[in-house]
């Protein structure tokens, strides 16, 4: 092979080294689009099942639940003051009239008494996630996995609410969550806008697990200590289910209101909360305590 034949078997190989360099450099990126573009093919595909079957899920394992709270109430003895109630046969009544004619004052302790708990649960457990999704801009899937974790906490934090007005009484565990509300709800504020998935969970824990915990866990036996026997339930119910319906059914309404009277600002929202939460602080203290009270003897 002369050299002419030999330059150009080496240009050709250097020729071919070369476009094997562009393709794998052209290749690269390439995968790169690819790996992305079937990471968002996924991620549709999963958000497509959810919308279409995904969301009915948790509402199926709900059944589960149902059972479990069934067998728990079957179990469960009645009370010896309504077996006592029961054997009596006492004339039967309109206990709704009866609750609204007869005891109005304690009706409305019983409403004032939960509003507080159930606006801590619309402002902080409804609102401030929309909020962190559509305002803040924040990764959906990491505020409700935030939202997750704190209602764990909240969990646990009425349990150790109740537990401790068992000890101590209803209304000191009541009115030290509402005290918190009114010292924490600027912070609280605050760190919802700073804008991290963090400072959001802080946010939610004080919100949920502190004041609403605090609130809530002796919120059953408070309200049930407030009427006799025979409208205990019915009362209890009333008050409870008037207060979520004012607090937490409007609460994320005024909320988002205030925001945009506000320009933006959730000062106005702090002080909406702050002034509902003085109206269950007033509730809870001109109530008497009813730890230690004989249930037979509440007339």
């Known amino acids: 092979m002369g050299r002419r034949d030999a330059a150009r078997v080496r240009a050709g190989r250097q ?12 290749g690269r990126p390439r995968r790169h689009h690819r790996g992305h573009a079937g990471a968002q093919r996924l991620h549709d595909a999963a958000r497509e099942d959810f919308l279409s079957w995904g969301w009915r899920v948790p509402f199926l394992f709900s059944a589960v639940l149902a059972v479990i709270g069934l067998v728990i109430r079957l179990r469960t003895a009645e009370s010896a003051v309504f077996q006592e109630a029961v054997a009596a046969a006492e004339e039967k009544q309109v206990p709704v009239g009866e609750v609204v004619t007869r005891y109005p004052r304690r009706l409305l302790v019983a409403v004032g008494a939960g509003l507080s708990g159930q606006a801590a ?6 609102w401030a996630i929309g909020y962190a999704v559509t305002q803040l ?3 959906p899937t990491g505020v409700l996995n935030v939202k997750a974790l704190t209602g764990v906490c909240v969990i646990v934090m009425v349990v150790i609410a109740a537990r401790l007005s068992d000890r101590i009484g209803r209304r000191p565990v009541m009115l030290g969550g509402n005290v918190a509300a009114v010292l924490l709800a600027v912070p609280i504020m605050l760190l919802l806008d700073s804008g ?6 802080l946010a939610l824990f004080l919100g949920l ?6 609130v809530a866990g002796p919120y ?4 049930a200590e407030l009427f006799p026997t025979r409208i205990r339930y019915t009362g209890a119910s009333m008050g409870y289910q008037i207060a979520a319906a004012l607090g937490a059914g409007l609460m994320p309404v005024i909320a988002s209101a205030l925001v945009l009277v506000g320009g933006g600002s959730l000062w106005l929202v702090a002080a909406a909360w702050i002034g509902m939460t003085l109206l269950g602080l ?7 305590e009813g730890k230690d009270r004989d249930l037979r003897e509440i007339g």
């Open 15 to 26: 020729t071919v080294a070369r476009v094997r360099r562009v393709r794998r450099l052209h």
């Open 121 to 126: 649960q619309g402002l902080m457990g409804v």
């Open 137 to 139: 801009q924040l990764s």
């Open 196 to 201: 991290s998935v963090i400072t959001v969970f």
């Open 209 to 214: 697990a502190v004041i609403q915990g605090f």
């Open 220 to 223: 059953g036996a408070f309200a």
């Open 282 to 288: 007033v509730a809870v203290a001109v109530s008497g």
